[in-house]
DNA sequence: TCACTCGACTGGCTCAAGCCAGTAGTAGGC
DNA sequence: GCCTACTACTGGCTTGAGCCAGTCGAGTGA
């Protein structure tokens, strides 16, 4: 059968089948969380290929409105609780709960938050790296640390933070556990760096295929890639961190004085 | 054929295309910019279904890696330049160059920069607006501005700014030509509303339809959702903006103390 | 009661084929 | 010189078929 018959003019079939199904959930008549039909209940029911309809859910799922699962169906996706990172994260107000602050917003969304060391190591920095924290790209010049964040049973963040030799040399920054009440902060401000500002830069893309393993991503879901920079009193950069979040389960908040 | 001959433990071919193309684009071999084999010739080199070479470059294509265009081929996205936005962009430092924040930025990265006023309307809020500007979402309490920034011949930004009719009611602000050389935030001022602090929400996921239409957005490309309040000397928001602007070719930047 | 197996589902991947629609160069006609 | 029509490409969409791999519940045996 050609598609002229009919078809003339409107929208394909897999687009035509996506629409209908985003619009069913749009209504909530397929609440988060909810089944959708079988790929081949779906190609039976519109007189399609099971291949057109795979396309269709393709659509959706790109967009972020639906998961498959293997060997158990087609998901709404379900509302997630996000959790918010502000720039008020690094505020001394926070030190007197001993939380860092992404367990401190995981408390408050009612999510059990955890994290992992990955890795500790001394290190040549990236080009980048180097360059924010005006060190030699050239030697062993930074000690990097490497996290996962996690809320429940959801990998969010994967975090790496590099500090120069310099600072963190003969501290516990080098042990797995630092050891401090008010963590890597606490022990790099009584090494004289009391941060002062910072400097984020925000970015969004599609996840690296790696990052969507470590992430345990699903598909169609972006990450926002934070680049952060502590500055001390001297206006000297003394930390960076990059944060690789998963932007479906993260947002971010900046509340500043213009200047 | 089935696949248990010699495929067994190795990753699907759709994969394995996918990898060695992104190994040949990430060493160089495959310069931005660069046509790729068609279709048709990848599946014959590899000896594999048109269809699976379809598949392999749907993964690169949603990780960004390339675009195709029809009727001409896929090609090797090209390293785009990236208009950075920071938090100093209301800042009063900017005032004397007469050029909005994003314009400034366009011609630092040799770009032409214009925009485009949509639509301006007396309207009812949405309530996440009206929440965050302290006003009823049930009244035409707001004048909505929408308007389109463009780097040369792409759309980047889609800028929705919402201002409490109480503050925009007779003045220029009602008109496409604001007509004042420091812009919307110049009028807000000569009405007694000076910036103190912003506050800015950013999360990032993949566009809708009608923004994937109205950004022209490759697929494979997010968007920073950014939702920006500004709040005069008196702690009180009087403007609302949101920001939907392509993630390949925007990022974000706050330079802020530490509080 | 428990553990295991099996079968009927689910989505995931691939194939080979065909037609459609957009692109760009070329040969003809004026 | 210019425009048009043609043609040989390109990717886009669909079909219908088959096998693989994960899931989950029902039935079976100890």
Redesign the pocket.
Known sequence: ????DR??GR??????LAAELRARIESGALAPGA?????????EQH???????????RLLAESGLVV???????FVRPAAAVIRLGNDRYSPKYRSTGLSPFLLECAKRGKAGRFEVLLVERTTPPPDVARRLRLSPTNKSVLRRENVFWADDDPIQRVTTWLPWSVAQGTTLLRDEVGHPFGIHGILEERGHTMARILDEVSARMPTTEERHNLRLPPGVPVLDVLHTSIDTSGEPYELTRFVMRADLSALRYDAPVE
């Open positions: 059968m050609t598609e002229t078809d003339a929208p394909p079939a897999s687009e035509r089944k959708l039909p079988s790929e081949r209940e779906l190609a007189g399609i290929a099971r291949n057109t309809v795979r396309q269709a859910i498959a699962e293997h060997g158990r169906g087609v």
